[in-house]
């Protein structure tokens, strides 16, 4: 069975920063791809940030480019999205998904974690 644990989110400030974990078990995790997803209340899921592990490739949001930066540990099976410069509009439950394929689309992933909350503060 296919697990996504996301933990790290929490309250901080604008312009502070926060590091999310997503730990998979139950699949090869080098052959997947990790996607970080949000979505804000009334709001439309978005993609924020993806990496591909068996090569390292990523991909950002206009949004978040230059603030975000996602990182792959395939010894831990754990995918980290470190948050800089952290915006009210940054606030959101953020998700971590995973599939084969690399995408900016939520419905191309297969395995969601449960959500953890970012609130940022003005």
């Known amino acids: 069975e296919v697990q996504l644990q996301a933990s790290g989110g929490g309250l901080v400030q604008a312009g502070g920063s926060l590091r999310l974990s997503c730990t998979a078990s139950?699949?090869?995790?080098?052959?997947?791809?990790i996607g970080w997803f949000r979505q804000a209340p009334g709001k439309e899921r978005e993609g924020v940030s993806c990496?591909?592990?068996?090569?390292?490739?990523?991909y950002y949001a206009d949004s978040v480019a230059g603030r975000f930066t996602i990182s792959s540990d395939n010894a831990k099976n754990t995918v980290y999205l470190q948050m800089n410069s952290l915006k009210p509009e940054d606030t959101a439950v953020y998700y971590c998904?995973?599939?084969?394929?690399?995408?900016?689309?939520?419905?191309?992933?297969?395995?969601w974690g449960q959500g953890t909350q970012v609130t940022v503060s003005s």
């Open positions: 139950g699949l090869t995790f080098d052959d997947y791809a």
């Open positions: 998904a995973a599939d084969i394929v690399i995408s900016r689309t939520a419905s191309s992933y297969a395995y």
């Open positions: 990496i591909k592990n068996v090569d390292g490739s990523t």
